[in-house]
Structure formats: structure tokens, C-alpha cells
């Protein structure tokens, strides 16, 4: 068999790790073409050693001397962020795993399509900012883009072998976060501590505290709207915090769809890197005599975040890229201790009440509104 050749976008990070794990238990389908990542170049050091990628990028010219200077193996090194868009669409690579955290992500994303290769898409950043431009050049160029985002991979397997003219709606779980029974008015006083802890995943800093304010579902919904194709009445969310059912597809006839599994990340992304076999993945099997599963509605109080995105959706053109500057922004300043968990909402709401939204034409186009939208954020901050 010809091993799948992959480059791994973000391997430091908590999907690249997991990603690494499930290229290692199956050396005779995969290998590593190339990698990025930003600063974490211990790790990075380490996994060159054990994968031997071809070429890696990194993010500032300091780190890539250092990895030089560190490194027992021969591999090429750049920085900056030219080279994340070379790692994403190097010659030999079959397979992009698009796992940079935040809107960092879109151009790699948008290399790695304009050079043909398929996306097991991490980074839904992309497609909130840039959705209908990239699937238009998936489309393109032929590009399949297989979800790694484990809400998205259930729907994916859901709808596989049934019409999509029978399909009602989508129904996305989400875990609810940390403060899912929290009283309202301690909101306000929950610190970058208690947000970080999140009942069921373990995840990367920054989508952990977007679980917890509900964002990162309503940056979902808009993933979903681009991948599946559905207008935002057809896109449902309800709360599971046992985060088992991973997501539903409902249909005509009142049948319901639903992919369960164990929640651990390598169940979706061996599902994207071998589609459409299925590999062994690690993921422990379900118990069914020990499982209960509840599900109840979003509180739109609790979850203000969530009302905003699907106003973005709607709004459409760079009102969703603005959505996820003004987050950006504000959950830094919440990680840095200088505005409340519940300034995130303000701040995200006060954005997008001044953001003027327009159809982007471009990639360009949809940077310059998030350069306006982190400037706009920035200053609703001062009064967050
Ligand atoms: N974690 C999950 O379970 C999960 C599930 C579904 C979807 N996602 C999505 O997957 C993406 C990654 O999430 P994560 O949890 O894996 O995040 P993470 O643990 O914070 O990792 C982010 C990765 O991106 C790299 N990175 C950040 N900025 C970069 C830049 N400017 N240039 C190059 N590399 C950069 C980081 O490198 P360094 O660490 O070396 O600086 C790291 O490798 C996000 O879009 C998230 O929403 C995550």
C-alpha cells in the first residue's frame, strides 16, 4: 500500500499531538511529509526526530536557528508565516491536517486547497472567516474536506448512505463547558483558572475558554453552515455534557441519526486521515450497562455567545470574521487577567454592533476586516 503522505499544520499542538499518535500506530499507511508550528520548539525537536518530516516551518526567525542549531537530523527549516503556507502544499503531500490555532490558520488552509490537497479540517477558524471562499476553491480544484471537529465528523458519518433532500435538520451537542450549573451572577467573578477546566475535553487554551462561553459552538454552526451546505434554520444545538453523542442528523420521517464514541479526538481524526476506511484509533469502547446521556436547550443568559454567532451567520459576508476577531481579542485579554469572563460577550457583541459587514472578494479582503474588527475590539475592551 502507498503511504498516505501528510503535513501536520499546528503538530505541538492538541490535535497535531493526537494527530502524531494515530500516525504512529499506523506507520504502514502514513508518513510525515512536513510540519508546523509556532513557538513550542522542544516538542517540535522531538518530533522531528521520531517522524522525519522533510520540511518544517516555525514561527519566528529565532526559533527556526534554535531548532537548527538543536537538531541530529537533516530537515529543512523556515519562519514565518510564507512558510506554514509551503508545509501546508509541499510536493509528496497527500493529506493537510489544518490544526493552527485561530484565524492564523486560514491562508495554510487556503494553500494546502489551491495546491490540490486534501484537508482533514481542525481549524474551523477558516471557514467562520473565509467559508465561502474556501469551499468554492475546494470545489475547484476537486479538494475533499474531511472534518476533524468531532461534532462535524458525526454529522459527516450521518448523513452518509441517506438523501440529502430527506434531511430536516442538523443537531450539533454541545458539552456545555464549566459553568454549564453555575448561577448567572457568579459568572462574572470566574477567572481564567476555573474557565480552563473543562469537564470532558482536553483542549488547547484558547477553544477551552471558547467551550465555556459557548462560541466555539456558535463557530460551529457557521463550520457546519459551509460544510454541509445548510442554511442556519436547519442547524440546531442542544446541550449533552457527557459529550457521547457527538452529533445528530434528523430526518423527514422523525429518524434520528447519531454518531456516539468515547470523547477522545484520535476517534475523528483517524476517521478523516483514512476516509472512507476505518482504522483502529485507541479510543476506548463505549460501556452501555454505565451510560446515561441528558440533553436539555442552551440558556441564551448563560450563552450570549452563541445568539451572536448565529447573528453573524445570518448578517454573512465578514460579519462571522469579525465574530472571531473580537473573540480572539477578548479572550486573550480574559487569559491576561485584565477583563471578567463575561466582558467576552460584551466585547463580542459591541463589535459586531459597529461592524460594517461586506462580501469579501478575497482572502485580503477578509484579513483587512479582521484587522478593523481586533481594532474595534481593542478599544471596546476599555469599558468591558
Ligand atoms: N483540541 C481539540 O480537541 C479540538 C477539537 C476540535 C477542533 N479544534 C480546533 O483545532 C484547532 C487547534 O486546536 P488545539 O486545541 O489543537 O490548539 P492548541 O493546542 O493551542 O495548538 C495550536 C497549534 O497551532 C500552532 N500555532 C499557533 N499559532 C500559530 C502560528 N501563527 N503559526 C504556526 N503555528 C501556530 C501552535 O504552535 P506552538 O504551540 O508551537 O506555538 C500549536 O501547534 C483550533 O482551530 C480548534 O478550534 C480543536
Given at each position: 500500500?502507498?503511504?498516505?503522505?501528510?503535513?501536520?499544520?499546528?503538530?505541538?499542538?492538541?490535535i497535531?499531538?493526537?494527530?502524531l499518535?494515530?500516525?504512529?500506530?499506523?506507520?504502514?499507511?502514513?508518513?510525515?511529509?512536513?510540519?508546523?508550528?509556532?513557538?513550542?520548539?522542544?516538542?517540535?525537536k522531538?518530533?522531528?526526530?521520531?517522524?522525519?518530516?522533510?520540511?518544517?516551518?516555525?514561527?519566528?526567525?529565532?526559533?527556526?536557528?534554535?531548532?537548527?542549531?538543536?537538531?541530529?537530523?537533516?530537515?529543512a527549516?523556515?519562519?514565518?508565516p510564507?512558510?506554514?503556507?509551503k508545509?501546508?502544499?509541499?510536493?509528496?503531500?497527500?493529506?493537510?491536517?489544518?490544526?493552527?490555532?485561530?484565524?492564523?490558520?486560514?491562508?495554510?488552509?487556503?494553500?494546502?486547497?489551491?495546491?490540490?490537497?486534501?484537508?482533514?479540517?481542525?481549524?474551523?477558524?477558516?471557514?467562520?472567516?473565509?467559508?465561502?471562499?474556501?469551499?468554492?476553491e475546494?470545489?475547484?480544484?476537486?479538494?475533499?474536506?474531511?472534518?476533524?471537529?468531532?461534532?462535524?465528523?458525526?454529522?459527516?458519518?450521518?448523513?452518509?448512505?441517506?438523501?440529502?433532500?430527506?434531511?430536516?435538520?442538523?443537531?450539533?451537542?454541545?458539552?456545555?463547558?464549566?459553568?454549564?450549573?453555575?448561577p448567572?451572577?457568579?459568572?462574572?467573578?470566574?477567572?481564567?483558572?476555573?474557565?480552563?477546566?473543562?469537564?470532558?475535553?482536553?483542549?488547547?487554551?484558547?477553544?477551552?475558554?471558547?467551550?465555556?462561553?459557548?462560541?466555539?459552538?456558535?463557530?460551529?454552526?457557521?463550520?457546519?453552515?459551509?460544510l454541509?451546505?445548510?442554511?442556519?434554520?436547519?442547524?440546531?444545538?442542544?446541550?449533552?455534557?457527557?459529550?457521547?453523542?457527538?452529533?445528530?442528523?434528523?430526518y423527514?420521517?422523525?429518524?434520528?441519526?447519531?454518531?456516539?464514541?468515547?470523547?477522545?479526538?484520535?476517534?475523528?481524526i483517524?476517521?478523516?486521515?483514512?476516509?472512507?476506511?476505518?482504522?483502529?484509533?485507541?479510543?476506548e469502547?463505549?460501556?452501555?450497562?454505565?451510560?446515561?446521556?441528558?440533553?436539555?436547550?442552551p440558556?441564551?443568559?448563560?450563552?450570549?455567545?452563541?445568539?451572536?454567532?448565529?447573528?453573524?451567520?445570518k448578517?454573512?459576508?465578514?460579519?462571522?470574521?469579525?465574530?472571531?476577531?473580537?473573540?480572539e481579542?477578548?479572550v486573550?485579554?480574559?487569559?491576561?487577567?485584565?477583563?471578567p469572563?463575561?466582558?467576552?460577550?460584551?466585547?463580542i457583541?459591541?463589535?459586531?454592533g459597529?461592524?460594517?459587514?461586506?462580501?469579501?472578494?478575497?482572502?485580503?479582503?477578509v484579513?483587512?476586516?479582521?484587522?478593523?474588527?481586533?481594532?474595534?475590539?481593542?478599544?471596546?475592551?476599555?469599558?468591558?
Amino acid at each position: 500500500m502507498k503511504r498516505k503522505g501528510i503535513s501536520i499544520l499546528g503538530s505541538t499542538g492538541s490535535i497535531g499531538t493526537n494527530t502524531l499518535e494515530v500516525v504512529r500506530s499506523h506507520p504502514e499507511r502514513f508518513r510525515v511529509v512536513s510540519m508546523a508550528a509556532g513557538r513550542n520548539i522542544a516538542l517540535l525537536k522531538e518530533q522531528i526526530e521520531e517522524f522525519r518530516p522533510a520540511f518544517v516551518s516555525v514561527g519566528s526567525e529565532d526559533a527556526a536557528a534554535a531548532l537548527r542549531n538543536s537538531l541530529s537530523v537533516p530537515v529543512a527549516v523556515e519562519a514565518g508565516p510564507g512558510a506554514a503556507m509551503k508545509a501546508a502544499s509541499l510536493d509528496g503531500v497527500d493529506m493537510t491536517v489544518a490544526a493552527i490555532s485561530g484565524a492564523a490558520g486560514l491562508l495554510p488552509t487556503m494553500a494546502a486547497v489551491r495546491a490540490g490537497k486534501d484537508i482533514a479540517l481542525a481549524n474551523k477558524e477558516s471557514l467562520v472567516l473565509a467559508g465561502r471562499l474556501v469551499m468554492e476553491e475546494a470545489a475547484k480544484r476537486g479538494v475533499n474536506v474531511l472534518p476533524v471537529d468531532s461534532e462535524h465528523s458525526a454529522v459527516f458519518q450521518s448523513l452518509l448512505g441517506h438523501r440529502r433532500e430527506d434531511l430536516k435538520r442538523i443537531i450539533l451537542t454541545a458539552s456545555g463547558g464549566p459553568f454549564l450549573k453555575t448561577p448567572l451572577p457568579e459568572l462574572e467573578r470566574m477567572g481564567p483558572e476555573e474557565a480552563l477546566k473543562h469537564p470532558r475535553w482536553k483542549m488547547g487554551r484558547k477553544v477551552t475558554i471558547d467551550s465555556a462561553t459557548l462560541v466555539n459552538k456558535g463557530f460551529e454552526v457557521i463550520e457546519a453552515r459551509w460544510l454541509f451546505g445548510l442554511p442556519p434554520e436547519k442547524i440546531s444545538v442542544v446541550i449533552h455534557p457527557q459529550s457521547i453523542v457527538h452529533s445528530m442528523v434528523e430526518y423527514i420521517d422523525g429518524a434520528v441519526m447519531a454518531q456516539m464514541s468515547a470523547p477522545d479526538m484520535r476517534s475523528p481524526i483517524s476517521y478523516a486521515l483514512a476516509y472512507p476506511e476505518r482504522i483502529a484509533s485507541g479510543t476506548e469502547p463505549l460501556d452501555f450497562s454505565r451510560l446515561s446521556l441528558d440533553f436539555s436547550a442552551p440558556e441564551p443568559e448563560r450563552y450570549p455567545c452563541l445568539g451572536f454567532a448565529y447573528e453573524a451567520l445570518k448578517t454573512g459576508g465578514t460579519a462571522p470574521a469579525a465574530l472571531n476577531a473580537a473573540d480572539e481579542v477578548a479572550v486573550e485579554l480574559f487569559l491576561e487577567g485584565r477583563i471578567p469572563f463575561t466582558g467576552i460577550s460584551r466585547v463580542i457583541g459591541e463589535v459586531l454592533g459597529a461592524h460594517q459587514s461586506k462580501e469579501p472578494g478575497s482572502v485580503e479582503d477578509v484579513l483587512e476586516a479582521d484587522r478593523e474588527a481586533r481594532r474595534l475590539a481593542r478599544s471596546a475592551a476599555a469599558s468591558a
